[in-house]
């Protein structure tokens, strides 16, 4: 079968690789779409700390069951497509014992720790494929970035009546707007670009704010009449950008770092006891990959539009650096494997 390997930074080839069969526990899956992600840059270029080569990316996406182990006995069939859940927790670390598996010491995620996506068939544990009959093979490969999103929300507690200022619509951002106005909280979007602004009203944000443009506390202010946001989710990574949301959201509330970066952030220890605010990160997901299905499900046009960008499979390559060239218009941008259906 084929499959998209990279082979060193930046190299990438489809060649030929040895098929597979399902091992105990395992469904094979014919791949259907896979979606590409900011972390799927750091590994084709070399400096993501999960980096290995040669390796097969990918960790987002929606396949068709094509076989199932002989002594299978679950609610899976051959046929069904299924959205995966990319993540392979050990069960035995403390944070897998406390009931957090999302954040694993020893996790392994596809794509990374382990071969993923970007290949014709893949087999996986049976645990991890969620039927998604209702959706088509795009948005079913969305529901992973979608969970993330969700964990993001969940994490925060947000729910009706709160005001939630989410930093960065990208399509971690874009999935964040969409869980937490789904929860019932008003939601304001912030960005540089107007594109991803005018995508995340779509998403449900009442409120979009360009900061290139305009001076976001004022804008916050003007918003909550004063009081500051309930929550803040920061969504970029961006150090400087964590600052800015302990210093906007309002005493007694809660700030979410779901962006990735290594940057370090001054913050006045001060701020965290005069406000008593709540810090927290958010990894992966704990549990929700269930809800995502059913987020997706329930708004499944709103988050087909997501989707800027599709290549065919042997245009892998093309694709990977299209997204590291063109952040400022590829929002969602997918690979299609096959049909599949």
Known sequence: MKAAVTLGPEHMELRSVADIEPGPGQAVLSVCVVGLCGSDVHLYRGTHPYSRFPTIQGHELSGVVRELAEDYDGTLSVGDLVAVEPFIPCGACIACRRGHPNCCTNLAVLGAHVDGALVERIAMDVNACYPVDQLDVE?????????????AVVRSGATNGDTVVVIGAGPIGQAVVLAAQDRGASV???DLLDNRLALAAQMGAEVTVNTSVHELAAEVDEWTAGEGPT???????????????VDLVAPSGTVVVVGISNDEVPLSVATFTRKEINLLGSRNNKGLFGSAVDL??????RVAQLVTHRFKFDETPEAISFVMTHSDVAEKVLVVVQDGR
């Not at 969305?142 to 969700?150: A, D, Q, W």
């Not at 969504?235 to 949301?245: E, F, I, N, Y």
């Open 188 to 190: 304001m979007a912030v």
């Open 139 to 151: 948005t079913a490969a969305l529901v992973e970035p979608v969970s993330i999103g969700l964990q």
């Open 231 to 245: 929550v803040v989710i920061e969504a970029t990574g961006v150090g400087r950008l964590l600052r800015s949301a």
């Open 296 to 301: 997706v499900q329930r708004n499944r046009d």
